[in-house]
């Protein structure tokens, strides 16, 4: 009987050892230095809402954002927005993950004339296609619209249901 006992402690011992060999590999230390960029968890547990962001399809992180300063070993002050007046902008190590930078992450906007109530004109410019969905009881048309937004410098194709 402590013959058996003696073998299952080394198996239970070898196991231990094998899926914490796994776990090493995988984690890393991580260390930012000031004005380094960093993404931020959004909500690290499902029901709460941070940033006022929720739902299905919420992202995961948010950002990128600058680092301003390393308040201890494992804690950082971010350059946050200032419409998250409300969030404290210190957080720990484990809520960030390091952007590394790419140009095809750049977007360019257009520029728009907005009016003086900050909303734009679209004007329909052609009609690309029609299709008829067929369902059991009714049909669905939709038409493919090439809009000709006032302002911008090239104009856009969507889907438009009516």
Same mark, same amino acid.
């Given at each position: 009987?402590?013959?058996?006992?003696?073998?299952i402690?080394?198996?239970i011992?070898?196991?231990?050892?094998?899926?914490?060999?796994?776990?090493?590999?995988?984690?890393?230390d991580?260390?930012?230095?000031?004005?380094?960029?960093?993404?931020?968890?959004v909500?690290?547990s499902?029901?709460?809402?941070?940033?006022?962001?929720?739902?299905?399809?919420?992202?995961?992180?948010?950002?990128?954002?600058?680092?301003?300063?390393?308040?201890?070993?494992?804690?950082?002050?971010?350059?946050?927005?200032?419409?998250?007046?409300?969030?404290?902008?210190?957080?720990?190590?484990?809520?960030?993950?390091?952007?590394?930078?790419?140009?095809?992450?750049?977007?360019?906007?257009?520029?728009?004339?907005?009016?003086?109530?900050?909303?734009?004109?679209?004007?329909?410019?052609?009609?690309?296609?029609?299709?008829?969905?067929?369902?059991?009881?009714?049909?669905?048309?939709s038409?493919?619209?090439? *809009?000709?937004?006032?302002?911008r410098k090239?104009?856009?194709?969507? *889907?438009?249901?009516?």
């Amino acid at each position: 009987m402590i013959e058996i006992v003696r073998k299952i402690r080394e198996r239970i011992k070898e196991a231990q050892d094998r899926q914490k060999s796994y776990a090493d590999v995988r984690r890393t230390d991580l260390h930012f230095s000031v004005g380094d960029k960093v993404f931020l968890k959004v909500s690290p547990s499902k029901g709460i809402a941070r940033f006022g962001v929720k739902g299905k399809l919420r992202p995961r992180y948010i950002g990128p954002y600058e680092i301003l300063e390393a308040v201890g070993p494992v804690a950082y002050r971010l350059a946050l927005q200032s419409s998250f007046g409300n969030v404290q902008n210190v957080f720990h190590v484990s809520q960030l993950r390091k952007y590394v930078f790419d140009p095809k992450h750049v977007i360019h906007q257009e520029e728009m004339m907005l009016n003086p109530d900050l909303s734009y004109e679209e004007k329909p410019k052609a009609i690309l296609d029609r299709k008829v969905q067929q369902l059991r009881n009714k049909s669905i048309p939709s038409v493919k619209v090439l *809009w000709d937004t006032m302002g911008r410098k090239r104009p856009c194709g969507s *889907w438009k249901l009516k």
